[in-house]
């Protein structure tokens, strides 16, 4: 099982929040770095990135990981993610409780299983333990719903004056639902476009509620429309900087607290 032991410092000036968009293909991962060198993981790609992944995390220096998060059971974000496991010492692990019958969700409880690793419930109200100077939140799953996208963890990160907030695939429901339970607590400079720029996503109101600066779109080649017009156009009518993992690569935003450096691939 590896490589893990090397001690090559994670890349961190102190100062800076790191939140690394992987570009992944059509797929989500997430990368997030404190300023006093804590790292979490929000999901890993699907499973033909698993090398891709270790090699990311290789480049950013990172050999452990503090906090991993699998926002939901489908492939295209914990494909990676039994590997990655396998490879690096993990602190915690969170997954909404939600089951699924796949291979691919059963490699990812065998990893776990195999670290002696027990999953803790991703829901609503939890604040995750990472970096004193750093607030990670769950907003959601609100409630228990059927079906896995909108039992999607949803992270909010908040450092000093700038957050972050990573939907997964979090759909309308879900998104009605935080806006109900969390109100103006959604409000967040960056936003991940939910769902690969799904049109079951990233609604008016929803939108209306963050009201970020900039959004990511975590997107690759695929044949379901993602991004979806409709969601292009509700970014653009608010004027909402938009970045893309097809068009830009991995894209890192950067945070010293105040403001936000965005750095793109091409
Ligand atoms: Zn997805």
Redesign the pocket.
Known sequence: MGTSEDTKPVVTNNRDLRVIFLDVGQ??SQLIITPSGKTMLIDAGNNDKEQTMINYLHSYGVSRLDVVIGSHP?A??IGGLDRVIKELPIGKIYMPKIMSSTKTFESVLDAVASKNLKVKTAVTDIDIDLDNQVKVQLLAPVKTYDDTNNMCAVVKITYKNTSFLLTA?AESKSEQDMITSHGSDLKSDVMLVG??GSKSSTTARFLNAVKPKIAVIQVGENKYGHPTKPVLSRLNKQGIEVYRNDLNGTVEIDSDGSTLNVQKER
Do not use: L
């Open positions: 797929g989500a489908d295209d974000h695939d769902h690969h």
